[in-house]
């Protein structure tokens, strides 16, 4: 049982063109969320988090928006360009846990020049 | 430059061959994490540790094992390698308190033949 869904596998957007990456969770407890980028043959690197109780949070180009009620997050890429082009996944987490992520499955973005 | 380094970056064993995956750390983080990464399925927790000496086991241990001699070196072990377990291997650490922030390997791509 997946507890966090990315259910687009992949996605295909212009440079310079927003970019929408969602993520659904299904686990109540969680209240940290982050998104990693990952280039092939490269690990995993963290892009931005927020808490849960926050409902946005914003880092230069990415915005990543929480909405509780729905248990969803998205993450968005404004403008787009090549180099945003990776997997990239979304992870919750339980504070106080023993601090394990759960990630979701990942979205490929492809950003066209 | 903090690291989390896995020793290699490509390794092909034979089906049956016991198999050693190494990740050294320079950050002094409590936890360390091995992941699997496989196409739709995301980054799936084979075991973590959040001491010297001490191991859960996360959502796929079976087949695996690990070792945590030291703080910073985390070992998986596969006692028996099959096919099923041709995959990318990722290393990870993180600071006990902090909500999240991994740090992850570049990732062994292993293969089972």
């Known amino acids: 049982d997946q507890q966090v869904k990315q259910n687009s596998p992949s996605l295909s957007v212009q440079e310079g063109r927003i970019s929408i990456l969602n993520c659904d969770y299904t686990n109540s407890m969680f209240d940290y969320f982050l998104w990693y980028k990952k280039y092939p043959a490269e690990g995993p690197t963290f892009l931005i988090s927020?808490?849960?109780?926050?409902d946005k949070n914003e880092d230069g180009r990415f915005t990543v928006f929480l909405n509780k009620s729905a248990k969803h997050l998205s993450l968005h890429i404004v403008p787009s360009q090549p180099g945003d082009s990776a997997v990239y996944f979304c992870?919750?987490?339980?504070?106080?846990?023993?601090?394990?992520?759960?990630f979701g499955s990942g979205t490929q973005l492809t950003v066209l020049p | 430059d903090v690291k989390v380094t896995q020793s290699s970056r490509y390794l092909v064993k034979r089906t049956g061959e016991k198999v050693f995956l190494e990740c050294v750390q320079d950050m002094d983080h409590e936890n360390m994490f091995w992941y699997r990464q496989d196409p739709g399925l995301g980054l799936r927790l084979i075991y973590f540790?959040?001491?010297?000496?001490?191991?859960e086991k996360g959502d796929i241990p079976e087949g695996y094992s690990v070792s945590r001699e030291k703080k910073e070196r985390f070992s998986l072990i596969l006692e028996s390698a099959s096919t099923n377990q041709t995959s990318m291997y990722l290393c990870?650490?993180?600071?006990?308190?902090?909500?999240?922030?991994?740090?992850f390997g570049s990732g062994t791509r292993l293969t089972v033949v």
């Open positions: 990870a650490s993180s600071l006990l308190d902090r909500g999240g922030g991994y740090t």
């Open positions: 992870a919750a987490l339980v504070s106080g846990s023993a601090r394990q992520l759960t």
């Open positions: 540790s959040y001491d010297v000496k001490m191991k």
């Open positions: 927020i808490s849960s109780i926050k």
